[in-house]
């Protein structure tokens, strides 16, 4: 059996990133839906990620999206994340909320259009610089929705010119993550539609570019599992988006529509090392709470990761190797389930109050009246949302 002292090590040492936009108002295609207690800006999103990394001491770093994080003085608010002890986490461009992005971003048949998005990019990589943000993560809303409307061919090229003038302009430890979507919000064809294609502009970029997993951007039945351990093997594998979805991009709190699938990905990571600091894997949600509260939610993200993450770290892998180097189907099923079946939430609770943090973040926030005091705080002025 793995050492208990060497899982709680692991675990005392996870590292899970929350979401800036997960903590404003968020909604559908139909409707955002307006919350109370919901941050008026940057810093209120801030301190409510600070919040979370209070009750739960593992989610120290909060992501960003820019412009909806948009401040004058970045390194200013990057100050304020480490008064409220934490730090932030990876920048997030935006290049599909303006008119000039209805045929694409980076890919855009029009190349003024290119220009200004690749110059949105390269803003993001000096907000890096100002920040001490190692990640720029990139997602691309860019596709099409017709047969024949624009170069399936050429857009590749366009995307892959981008790429590289932004990859040249990163220095230091500074990494870029190119993450892929199925779908949506083109139809026909989306320019980094699977982890194959991200993976392959990430080859020819070099060392710093690595495939980020966003696991609601797949086919229904997709084994995303494989695609990690095939990531990683390849050193490849820069991180996630956790979240669940039942459908399609469904965004709902990771762990909640499937468990075991999120297991599966987390036995995958610890076999293959992808929990040592060496590995760099980012671990981050990317959700919306559209009709749960929001820090409760984020609390409750961050505990799924931790279980699934401990029952990954209880898998007796000298067990598994014996039984898959005899062959024995069974056994080395029965060694993950046994894993998968373990209680881990009484191993947790005590490496809470190891940690000097209630063994119950969930109840101990509801306890603690700090929604009450973010509610009647900031009644007035208007609550940050994705706007849609
Ligand atoms: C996309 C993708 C990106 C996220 C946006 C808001 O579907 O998951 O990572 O930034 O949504
Ligand atoms: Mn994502
Ligand atoms: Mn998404």
Redo the contacts with the bound molecule.
């Keep these: 059996m793995p050492d208990r002292s060497t899982v709680l090590a692991a675990l005392r040492a996870q590292h899970i990133e929350t979401p800036s936009w997960a903590y404003g108002n968020s909604g559908t295609r139909f409707k955002v839906f307006a919350q109370e207690g919901i941050p008026r800006n940057a810093y209120e999103k801030i301190d409510d990620a600070a919040t979370v990394h209070r009750f739960t001491g593992v989610a120290p770093t909060v992501a960003l999206h820019i412009p909806w994080d948009k401040v004058d003085d970045y390194a200013d608010l990057a100050a304020h994340a480490g008064n409220q002890g934490i730090g932030i986490g990876a920048i997030n461009p935006n290049v599909f909320q303006e008119d000039d992005y209805r045929l694409g971003s980076v890919c855009n048949p029009d190349p003024a259009v290119r220009r200004k998005a690749l110059d949105h990019l390269l803003e993001c990589v000096d907000i890096m610089d100002a920040t001490g943000s190692r990640d720029l993560s990139l997602?691309f809303a860019d596709g099409t929705n017709y047969p024949g409307q624009d170069s399936i061919a050429e857009r590749q090229a366009r995307l892959g010119e981008a790429l590289r003038a932004v990859y040249d302009r990163l220095t230091g430890e500074q990494r870029m993550l190119v993450?892929y979507?199925l779908f949506e919000p083109a139809f026909y064809t989306m320019d980094v539609p699977d982890w194959g294609t991200s993976y392959a502009h990430c080859v020819d970029l070099g060392e710093r570019a690595k495939v980020?997993v966003?696991t609601?951007?797949h086919a229904p039945g997709t084994n995303i599992e494989f695609i990690v351990a095939f990531l990683l093997h390849r050193a490849k594998l820069g991180g996630f988006?956790f979240?669940s979805r039942f459908y399609a991009d469904d965004d709902l709190m990771v762990g909640a529509a499937d468990p075991f699938q999120l297991f599966r990905i987390m036995a995958e990571i610890v076999l293959g090392g992808g929990l040592d600091k060496a590995s760099g894997v980012a671990f981050m949600l990317?959700q919306c709470h559209n009709i749960e509260p929001k820090i409760p939610a984020l609390i409750r993200s961050v505990l799924n990761v931790q279980e699934a993450t401990a029952k990954a770290l209880l898998v007796d892998a000298n067990a598994l190797r014996q039984a898959q180097s005899e062959g024995d189907v069974l056994g080395a099923n029965a060694v993950l389930m046994d894993a998968f079946n373990t209680d881990v939430r009484p191993m947790l609770a005590e490496l809470r109050e190891d940690m000097g943090i209630d063994p119950d973040p969930i109840a101990a926030y509801r306890r603690s009246g700090h929604f009450d005091k973010i509610r009647a705080e900031r009644a007035d002025g208007a609550a940050a949302g994705w706007g849609a």
């Design positions: 997602w993450e979507k980020l966003d609601g951007h988006h979240n990317d």
